[in-house]
């Protein structure tokens, strides 16, 4: 399949967004990763960092070390190589959730504007696959693509200021994983106990773009044991490579 | 090792250097301070690297006093009075604060935030090769966030005064420059009516962002887009039409439209607007943004060769006072 080129766009005089689509798109994502994973294999000199998002991957450079043509056309290569690259994940993690109740305040009124039960909405969302598509916001906030179509909800009329740390929740198409309390506009069906970013162990951040996630439902009493271990810096999540 | 003991702090006060780099795609926000040529000129003149910690002090007034031992410090950014103990000391010299004395600091007249830098530095455990605050992620040294009254900065102690002093050009008065996109195509005639525009920096903006006022700047097509990342100076146009450009505390990603980017260059000067003082925006290509970056970072580079020896005896305000100098003046037409 012929795809098209990404365009390059400049983000200021010392960045660029190559931008892949303007849809959230599985194709799109993989596209970025595989991008992002060639670019940490060619160091490109000048190039400061990067931050893949779903469509498009923002490179941080120094102009003193490189100009805006001359990284847009080594980036046009790159992306033009092996973009086949990197559909699979490196690295599976299974996250537990405890699903409703003071922990998911907005799952029964979610599967009523679905119209299944709470405990339907559960067993779709917890058996789905997803893919960490971007991180970003605030430490740790991870996107996940993958959501089951037919679970898409409107995000709420107004976003509550401060939702907890550890919040899943559904937005349109989108699910996510939340670490640190914030506002959301988002739909609150469960938490993990499971840190994304924690400060004090290694390492401060658990996820990475393009690694593969799915839920495991636990109770409250799950909850509050694993949340103390995480709280001391546990890695409550299971890990498996593929 | 010395203490700088703070007796009274504005809000928005914080400890910054150039910021934490290399976990935005993790989602942790650079922070790092808003004006970034005031906080080098700072350290220089105390001899530390240019980007070294400094505190970022916000437009309110403040106090430190030094405590086991002097201090060397410099003060630089936001013009407003400074004194120790009552005699004035000038903006962009160092000084020595002594054991016990206090260094008092008024609001500012001009420009928003000043940098105060201690010479050897602040002390603390970077992370992620920073010191800055970053309050929501539980980062910054030596307090993970704002400062405030009894608060105290480890800090080198100083044996006697080196008394530096730096001019710095004076910044250009003119627009602040814009490289348009990356989402310039959402918006049509708009980026035309963006341009032209007078727009003001909301009193309600902070080190996440400046919100501006002005016109309405519409879309094409809605306000959303897939979340795209963002830097410092992205200037975002919410559904509101009044746009925000995105500073060092932002989110590191964001789904509303940008419609144009700062030039680093002048990243300086739009975080110094007061709010309320209008200003214009200006198009420049990615080349001339390029070229403006290159001569700040040299200038930037360069400043430890512009330091100046000054020797200056504090001027004591109270004894000018009392000794009524004006009655001491004759009238020419008397005589």
């Known amino acids: ?242 | 090792m010395s203490k700088l003991l703070i007796d009274n702090v504005g809000p928005a006060s914080s400890v910054q250097d150039a910021g934490r780099h290399g976990a935005q795609r993790y989602g942790l926000t650079p922070s790092g301070a808003m004006d970034r040529l005031s906080l080098a000129a700072a350290n220089v003149l105390v001899g530390n690297d240019a980007f070294a910690a400094a505190i970022e002090l916000g437009p309110l007034g403040a106090s430190f006093t030094a405590r086991d031992g002097a201090v060397r410090l410099a003060l630089t950014g936001a013009e407003r009075p400074a004194a120790i103990d009552g005699c004035a000391i000038g903006l962009g010299e160092s000084f020595l604060l002594a054991d016990g004395e206090t260094l008092t600091l008024g609001i500012a007249r001009s420009q928003v935030f000043s940098y105060l830098a201690i010479a050897g530095g602040i002390g603390g455990e970077p992370m992620f090769g920073s010191l800055s605050v970053n309050a929501r992620a539980g980062l910054g040294s030596p307090y993970p966030r704002p400062l405030q009254a009894g608060d105290a900065i480890p800090a080198a102690s100083a044996a006697v005064a080196s008394e530096r002093r730096l001019d710095l050009p004076k910044p250009p008065d003119g627009p602040i420059r814009v490289v348009l996109g990356p989402q310039d195509d959402e918006f049509g005639d708009a980026v035309a009516t963006f341009l032209a525009s007078e727009w003001k920096v909301s009193a309600t903006s902070d080190r996440m962002g400046y919100r501006l006022e002005g016109p309405e700047i519409r879309h094409l097509h809605g306000h959303n887009i897939v979340s795209d990342g963002t830097v410092d100076g992205s200037i975002q146009v919410p559904g509101n039409g009044q746009p925000i450009v995105l500073m060092p505390d932002r989110g590191t990603s964001g789904g509303y439209p940008k419609i144009a980017t700062v030039i680093t260059a002048d990243l300086c000067r739009l975080a110094q607007l007061q709010p309320g003082r209008p200003f214009r925006f200006k198009s420049v290509s990615v080349d001339e943004a390029q070229a403006e970056y290159r001569i700040i970072a040299g200038l930037i580079r360069a400043l430890p060769d512009r330091l100046q020896d000054a020797h200056h005896a504090r001027l004591d305000l109270d004894a000018l006072l009392t000794a009524n100098v004006a009655g001491a003046v004759t009238n020419a037409l008397d005589a």
Request: with cysteine; hydrophobic share 40%.
């Open chain 1, 1 to 242: 399949m012929a795809l098209t080129p990404p365009r390059m766009l400049p983000s200021g005089d010392a960045a660029i967004t190559v931008d892949f689509g303007r849809e959230i798109s599985t194709e799109a994502n993989q596209r970025v990763l595989a991008l992002d994973g060639l670019l940490a294999q060619h160091a490109i000199a000048g190039v400061r960092e990067t931050v893949p998002t779903y469509r498009s991957l923002l490179v941080h450079y120094d102009p003193e070390q490189i100009g805006f043509e001359a990284l847009a056309e080594q980036l046009s290569a790159l992306a033009r190589s092996h973009i086949e690259a990197a559909t699979t994940a490196k690295r599976r993690w299974r996250i537990p959730v405890c699903y409703g109740g003071e922990h998911g305040v907005d799952l029964e009124d979610a599967a009523a504007m679905l119209k299944i039960t709470p405990d339907d909405l559960v067993a779709r969302h917890a058996g789905g696959e997803y893919r960490v598509a971007m991180i970003g916001f605030t430490p740790g906030w991870s996107y996940l693509s993958g959501l089951d179509p037919a679970l898409a909800i409107p995000r709420r009329q107004a976003p509550r200021l401060l939702t907890p740390a550890g919040t899943i929740s559904v937005g349109g198409v989108q699910t996510g994983v939340q670490c640190l309390p914030g506002p959301s506009g988002w739909h609150l069906l469960g938490r993990t106990p499971v840190r994304t970013y924690h400060l004090h162990r290694d390492p401060v951040f658990l996820l990475e773009p393009g690694d593969a996630v799915s839920f495991v439902r636990i109770d409250a009493r799950e909850f509050a044991e694993q949340d103390r271990a995480a709280a001391h810096g546990e890695i409550v999540a299971e890990l498996s490579a593929s």
